[in-house]
């Protein structure tokens, strides 16, 4: 016996079976960002009074390069999860939900890579 109704049978309402997966994404992310936003806070305090030569030699080393483009790709992806279920709790037209969920995807995938470039750039 089920619980829904013929009609959300007959129109596939329910379930998509794939929250759970999102919520490790958006935990997982969390996790990653604890230890990266720490070393980056602390790595910054400690180049207060630096010049800008000492910064780019800094964030063009490897070990900080790659942690960098780490932090860059956990933010971003995290941000895009997070906004993804705020619009899908408040949006309630379809088409704008979709639109919504698009847009902030795009713009998160677009901006991580500018950055993301943009350290690389300081690599070379």
């Known amino acids: 016996m089920s619980l829904r109704s013929p009609l959300a049978r007959v129109r596939h309402l329910g379930s998509a079976h794939d929250g759970t997966a999102h919520w490790w994404a958006q935990r997982l992310t969390a996790l990653a960002l604890v230890p990266l936003v720490l070393w980056f806070v602390i790595s910054v305090i400690s180049l207060i009074g630096s010049d800008y030569e000492s910064f780019v030699d800094w964030a063009g080393s490897p070990v900080s390069g790659a942690l960098l483009v780490l932090l860059i790709g956990a933010t971003f992806w995290h941000a895009a999860l997070g906004l993804q279920v705020v619009i899908e709790d408040y949006v309630h037209r379809e088409g704008c939900k979709l639109a919504s969920v698009l847009l902030v995807k795009g713009a998160c995938l677009l901006l ?6 943009s350290v690389l750039s300081l690599m070379v």
């Open 112 to 117: 991580g890579a500018i950055a993301a470039l």
